[in-house]
């Protein structure tokens, strides 16, 4: 099951996917970035009612081997996190579709046209 892409989400050049409901976008990391970093052991997300910026930093994720910035794909405001992630960042790496990170409120809709398909994504992977 190497780097598992769903068809259903999008995804960033930064190993985030993105699952688009409306003008919710719930963010987390991929099966390929979970890989990655090897076993995540600490999980730090913003507060709920953050101001994020397309491509500025929301979060670290750090594992056994590094910290890493996690990328809002989009702008908007925070409107949710995963507070499970707090007492169990491991979830990041057993099930990367199912931990999401956080949930914004998307208030800039061309951003969502920056994300890529997944055959874009897989393109990434490959480089």
Same mark, same amino acid.
């Given at each position: 099951?190497?780097?598992? &892409?769903?068809?259903?989400?999008?995804? $960033?050049?930064?190993?985030?996917? =993105?699952?688009?409901? !409306?003008?919710?976008?719930?963010? !987390?990391?991929?099966?390929? =970035?979970? %890989?990655? +970093? !090897?076993?995540?052991?600490? #999980?730090? +997300?913003?507060? #709920?009612?953050?101001?994020?910026?397309? @491509?500025? $930093?929301?979060?670290?994720?750090?594992? &056994?081997?590094?910290? %890493?910035?996690?990328?809002?794909?989009?702008?908007?405001e925070? &409107?949710?996190?995963?507070?499970?992630?707090? @007492?169990?960042? *491991?979830?990041?790496? *057993? $099930?990367?579709?199912? %931990?999401?990170?956080?949930?914004?409120?998307?208030?800039?809709? =061309?951003?969502?046209?920056q994300?890529?398909?997944?055959?874009?994504?897989?393109?990434?992977? *490959?480089?």
């Amino acid at each position: 099951m190497a780097n598992e &892409i769903p068809k259903n989400l999008k995804y $960033t050049k930064d190993h985030e996917w =993105a699952l688009i409901e !409306g003008d919710t976008v719930t963010v !987390g990391i991929t099966d390929f =970035a979970q %890989s990655q +970093l !090897g076993d995540i052991v600490f #999980v730090e +997300l913003p507060e #709920v009612g953050s101001e994020l910026e397309a @491509g500025g $930093t929301f979060g670290v994720v750090e594992s &056994i081997k590094s910290v %890493s910035d996690l990328y809002s794909p989009i702008t908007g405001e925070v &409107i949710d996190t995963n507070k499970d992630l707090e @007492g169990e960042p *491991e979830k990041c790496n *057993e $099930t990367p579709y199912e %931990s999401w990170l956080i949930k914004i409120k998307c208030t800039q809709t =061309a951003d969502l046209e920056q994300l890529l398909s997944p055959e874009g994504y897989e393109k990434v992977c *490959e480089e």
